[in-house]
């Protein structure tokens, strides 16, 4: 079984810091952040590989956000600085399975019930 609870969520000005957090429960070897924009489909963030100690970052945010996790207290982070408008969206913590096929990615099979970000320009 696994449980996620993301917080940390708020509204910010363009250019501000935010840090989400996810308290989590049971164990995959994958878990990240995926968020949704009003309209738009859900889009990977970042996700970390835990058993092979590798990230994955969508271009949009890579060198602004960082993911990382405390696993002695199950806890997966999302650091977000240098917001911009289009960071606007509600973010889920995420959980499953990683997978290869050409490169690594997470097949997401739990989420966290999502935390709104608003960055206004």
């Known amino acids: 079984q696994v449980q996620l609870v993301e917080s940390g969520g708020g509204s910010v000005q363009a250019g501000e810091s935010l840090r989400l957090s996810c308290a989590a429960s049971?164990?995959?070897?994958?878990m990240g952040w995926l968020r949704q924009a009003p309209g738009k489909e859900r889009e990977g963030v970042a996700s970390?590989?835990?058993?092979?100690?590798?990230?994955y970052y969508a271009d949009s945010v890579k060198g602004r956000f960082t993911i990382s996790q405390d696993n002695n207290e199950n806890m997966l982070y999302l650091q977000m600085s240098s917001l911009k408008p289009e960071d606007t969206a509600v973010y889920y913590c995420?959980?499953?399975?990683?997978?290869?096929?050409?490169?690594?990615?997470?097949?997401?099979?739990?989420w966290g019930q999502g935390t709104q970000v608003t960055v206004s320009s």
């Open positions: 049971g164990y995959t070897n994958c």
């Open positions: 995420a959980a499953g399975t990683q997978r290869f096929d050409g490169s690594w990615y997470c097949e997401f099979r739990y």
């Open positions: 970390v590989f835990t058993d092979e100690s590798r990230t």
